[in-house]
């Protein structure tokens, strides 16, 4: 994906001049390319209580999932001369999860990647080291600008005479064009629905359990919508 860093610096340099700094007076914005080309932004916001101060970079990261989600690919942030400014250590992990290894951020001596501002980073990998879990379920790369959107189906099925689970993941009414059929992905076959389940919340927070006597049930996160009030499990 080709990057414009002067339009990434443009609107870092913009909604820097919306910063909450009256302790401080060091305003900053950042910007950041999201892996389906929409912008998103954020400034830092100050508070009495000194700790709790929220960077840009916090406000760009809630702001990406507010807007859809997906995955940074490349991030401008810059002081109040709009020149560009280093992550705090913090902001770098929220980067690395966020963006992974290869997000790039803008330098004063051209991009770094992550992988550079954070070397041996720690992420989920160390967790299912020590814990043993499953990874979470990988959305593929040309679905990822999906991740957040639409609804996954999980519902029982028959193989060889033994119930089993499979799931869609399907584009909600609305939803911008852009695929050639309502279904964007398939899953696999499982043994416990369980298992279903996370592969669905994995893509969307919207999963939707459909039981050997068809009944309906919510498993997704959130309270459970109107017409579907029952909670799976």
Not at 33 to 51: H, I
Not at 53 to 82: K, N, P, Q, Y
Not at 115 to 144: Q, Y
Not at 168 to 189: F, H, I, K, M, N
Request: net charge negative.
């Amino acid at each position: 994906m080709e990057i414009d860093w002067e339009r990434l610096r443009a609107a870092a340099t913009e909604v820097m001049r919306h910063a909450y700094v009256p302790y401080s007076k060091f305003p900053v914005g950042a910007a950041a390319l999201v892996d389906d080309g929409r912008v998103v932004v954020g400034c830092n916001v100050e508070n009495a209580a000194y700790g709790v101060v929220l960077c840009a970079e916090c406000g760009v990261v809630s702001s990406l999932h507010a807007t859809g989600g997906g995955r940074i690919v490349a991030l401008s942030c810059v002081d109040a001369t709009g020149e560009p400014l280093m992550p705090c250590g913090r902001c770098r992990q929220l980067l690395w999860e966020n963006g992974g290894p290869e997000c790039l951020i803008e330098a004063k001596g051209g991009p770094l990647r992550m992988t550079e501002l954070l070397p041996h980073a720690f992420d989920v990998a160390d967790m299912e080291a020590v814990t043993g879990e499953r990874p979470v379920p990988v959305v593929p790369d040309r679905l990822a600008a999906w991740r957040g959107r639409g609804t996954v189906f999980v519902h029982a099925d028959l193989s060889a005479g033994q119930q089993v689970w499979t799931a869609y993941w399907e584009r909600s009414a609305g939803d911008t064009e852009g695929t050639e059929t309502g279904v964007l992905e398939e899953g696999p076959t499982w043994d416990d629905p369980a298992e279903a389940i996370t592969w669905g919340l994995a893509r969307t927070p919207r999963v939707v359990v459909v039981d050997a006597s068809g009944a309906i049930f919510w498993a997704g996160e959130g309270e459970p919508p109107l017409e579907i009030p029952v909670r799976w499990g």
